[in-house]
């Protein structure tokens, strides 16, 4: 193993993949948190790589992985590809001894996550998955209800993702790899399906069981734009989640509710209010997301590489939502029972 010598005093970051993604959601948070600075990026088209450090003001750039995860000065590592490179680059920041911060789906596959862990494990290294909704106060106020036992014991889920091929939950990118499995793993489903899952896993705890079946019914791309699964949460929690990417505008639609004994929680995925109904009436909550809406994940990240903290969302964490989506996307009838984990 190559150690890094860096002192821990502050994260020094660099980028892996500095694409659309990390324009504004994450890149500049980096510099935002305390005791963070990005200080390096990187992208095979050298000419991006440069243009996004130029108007970045970031003071070093590179056009191969190996040479931004080699730099002595960077003691972290952000990686933002597609997923299907997520595996490669962790294990190598982990084998030179930088900590790791990777963006979700954490990989493309249930056996390349095992592969990052056991990496993780054997090099003592500290690895981070981008799950970052987990530190929005939008989410943490959800949790709050569901802790405080507003609505009491949670007796189901339901969650409705519907979607047009051309969305605006989807990042705009010159090439859209997200509907090519063998770059994201599984199309749109696996692009926007790990913030639903993981935040609900975050909220209720680990699956119990689940089983799901999915298709793909308009044939615009390699990829299943339709899916359907079922979770047996702990304590009874039944969830019914269904997915389709390839709707007309007018039926768009995010919703999720979670149904307890004394009242009901709604909320969207990707919306900024939700609402709580008991016997009481109904009571509507707003929030307003950060302009760089991984800045506070990023904080909590900081504080865990620098020993103040936990992780917020571990490879294992990452593993658990990784598991479920691939038994919601099983092809053989045969594989069409309960599957336990």
Request: with cysteine; glycine share 8%.
């Given at each position: 193993m190559i150690k890094?010598?860096?002192?821990?005093?502050?994260?020094?970051?660099?980028?892996?993949?500095?694409?659309?993604?990390?324009?504004?959601?994450?890149?500049?948070?980096?510099?935002?948190v305390p005791h963070s600075k990005?200080?390096?990026?990187?992208?095979?088209?050298?000419?991006?790589?440069?243009?996004?450090?130029?108007?970045?003001?970031?003071?070093?750039?590179?056009?191969?992985?190996?040479?931004?995860?080699?730099?002595?000065?960077?003691?972290?590592?952000?990686?933002?590809?597609p997923p299907a490179y997520h595996e490669e680059y962790v294990i190598k920041a982990l084998e030179y001894g930088k900590m790791v911060y990777v963006e979700k789906p954490v990989t493309t596959t249930v056996e390349s996550c095992e592969r990052m862990v056991e990496a993780e494990h054997a090099f003592r290294g500290k690895l981070c998955v981008a799950h970052y909704r987990?530190?929005?106060?939008?989410?943490?106020?959800?949790?709050?209800?569901?802790?405080?036992?507003?609505?009491?014991?949670?007796?189901?889920?339901?969650l409705t993702m519907l979607q047009p091929y051309r969305n605006d939950l989807i990042a705009k990118t010159e090439y859209n790899w997200r509907v090519v499995p063998a770059l994201s793993g599984g199309g749109l489903f696996f692009d926007l399906a790990p913030h639903q899952l993981d935040i609900l896993m975050w909220m209720l705890g680990e699956p119990v069981s689940c089983q799901g079946i999915s298709l793909n019914h308009a044939g615009?791309?390699?990829?299943?734009?339709?899916?359907?699964?079922?979770?047996?949460?702990?304590?009874?929690?039944?969830?019914?989640?269904?997915?389709?990417?390839?709707?007309?505008?007018?039926?768009?639609?995010?919703?999720?509710?979670?149904?307890?004994?004394?009242?009901?929680?709604?909320?969207?995925?990707?919306?900024?209010?939700?609402?709580?109904?008991?016997e009481d009436g109904i009571e509507s909550f707003d929030y307003d997301h950060p302009r760089h809406i991984?800045?506070?994940?990023?904080?909590k990240v900081v504080n865990y590489f620098l020993g103040n903290g936990l992780n917020p969302c571990s490879a294992n964490d990452a593993l658990k939502s990784l598991q479920v989506m691939e038994a919601f996307?099983?092809?053989?009838?045969?594989?069409?029972?309960?599957?336990?984990?």
């Open positions: 890094n010598n860096e002192n821990k005093k502050s994260i020094k970051w660099g980028i892996i993949g500095c694409g659309n993604v990390t324009e504004v959601k994450s890149g500049p948070a980096f510099n935002e990005l200080v390096a990026v990187m992208r095979r088209n050298a000419a991006l790589a440069a243009d996004y450090a130029r108007r970045h003001k970031v003071s070093k750039w590179y056009s191969q992985a190996e040479e931004l995860i080699a730099d002595p000065e960077v003691n972290a590592i952000y990686v933002a590809t987990r530190a929005l106060p939008y989410f943490n106020g959800i949790k709050g209800m569901l802790d405080q036992g507003t609505i009491g014991k949670v007796k189901m889920v339901k615009l791309y390699e990829a299943d734009d339709t899916v359907v699964g079922t979770i047996q949460f702990p304590n009874g929690v039944l969830f019914t989640g269904d997915w389709c990417f390839t709707v007309p505008n007018h039926l768009k639609q995010d919703r999720c509710e979670i149904i307890g004994e004394k009242g009901a929680i709604k909320f969207e995925m990707f919306g900024k209010r939700f609402t709580v109904k008991t991984q800045q506070p994940m990023i904080g996307q099983r092809k053989n009838e045969k594989d069409f029972k309960f599957i336990e984990l």
